[in-house]
C-alpha cells in the first residue's frame, strides 16, 4: 500500500527565502511527527501532531518554523526567513495512534532542503 | 531530555562476520528502545523494538538486540551479516511516556561480498 508521500523531494532555495514542505502520511493515520536530519546526525524531533493539534512542537528550533495539520491529515512544515543552517533533510512519518508498541513509526523518504 | 549515544560510526566488515553495534542512552526511568535501519536510497525501517517484558528482542532479518537496565544499553546484533545489510543503523529512545523518538548518530555498516 502507499506509504508516507513527501513533496518535493529536493528543494533548493535562497537564503532569506520562504519554503513549504509537505507531508501526506498513510491514509487513516492520526499520528504525524516531523524530524529533521542533518549530515552525520540522527533524526532530531521538530512536532508531534495527534489529529489536527500540535501535540508536542518543543523540538521546533525557532519561531521562523511553523507546521499545520488543518484536516487532520496533510501537514505542511513552513520555514520562513530560511538560514544555510537550516539545510538538512526534513523527514515526516506517520503512525496509526501515535508512538505506541502496536503503533510503530513510519518514515517518508524526506525532503532535502539546500539553502544557498 | 533524553539523549542516545552510538559509537564506531563507519563499520566495515566482510559477508559472514558478526556485527554488533553499541547503543546507550541517558534516562533514568522507564524507556522505550527502537532500532531503525535506513538502507541506500529508501526511508527508515523499524528493525526491533523494546517495551517490556524478555529484554531480548527479535527482529527482522535475522536481527537481535539485548536491553540491559543497569548498563542504559541496547545493543543491536547480527551473527552473520549479509551483504544486503549494508546501510545506516539507528538507535532510538522514547522516555517518560512522551512520543519524542530521540536518535543517536547512527552507525553506518558496509559489508563487502
Known amino acids: 500500500g502507499a506509504g508516507v508521500s513527501q513533496t518535493p523531494s529536493n528543494k533548493v532555495t535562497e537564503k532569506g527565502k520562504y519554503v513549504e514542505l509537505r507531508c501526506d502520511p498513510i491514509?487513516?493515520?492520526?499520528?504525524l511527527y516531523w524530524y529533521r536530519q542533518s549530515l552525520g546526525q540522527g533524526p532530531e524531533f521538530l512536532i508531534y501532531f495527534q489529529g489536527t493539534g500540535a501535540a508536542d512542537d518543543s523540538g521546533l528550533p525557532n519561531d521562523r518554523f511553523f507546521a499545520v495539520r488543518p484536516e487532520g491529515s496533510v501537514s505542511t512544515l513552513k520555514i520562513q526567513r530560511t538560514e544555510r543552517g537550516d539545510s538538512a533533510v526534513y523527514l515526516c512519518a506517520s503512525s496509526l495512534r501515535g508512538g505506541t508498541y502496536n503503533s510503530p513509526l513510519h518514515f517518508g523518504n524526506g525532503t532535502r532542503l539546500t539553502v544557498t | 531530555a533524553q539523549s542516545v549515544s552510538q559509537h564506531n560510526h563507519h563499520v566495515i566488515l566482510s559477508e559472514a562476520a558478526s556485527l554488533e553495534l553499541g547503543c546507550n542512552y541517558s534516562?533514568?526511568?522507564?524507556?522505550?528502545l527502537f532500532w531503525y535501519v535506513q538502507y541506500p536510497g529508501q526511508h527508515l525501517q523499524l528493525l526491533l523494538k523494546?517495551?517490556?517484558?524478555?529484554?531480548l528482542v527479535k527482529g527482522i532479518k535475522g536481527f537481535e538486540a539485548e536491553f540491559i537496565k543497569s548498563k542504559f544499553s541496547f545493543n543491536l546484533r547480527k551473527p552473520s551479516v549479509q551483504w544486503s545489510d549494508t546501510a545506516e543503523y539507528f538507535c532510538?529512545?522514547?522516555?517518560?511516556?512522551?512520543?519524542?523518538?530521540?536518535f543517536g548518530k547512527g552507525n553506518q555498516v558496509v559489508v563487502i561480498p
Open positions: 491514509s487513516g493515520h492520526t499520528a
Open positions: 534516562y533514568g526511568g522507564t524507556v522505550n
Open positions: 532510538a529512545v522514547t522516555a517518560g511516556g512522551n512520543n519524542r523518538l530521540a
Open positions: 523494546y517495551f517490556s517484558g524478555d529484554p
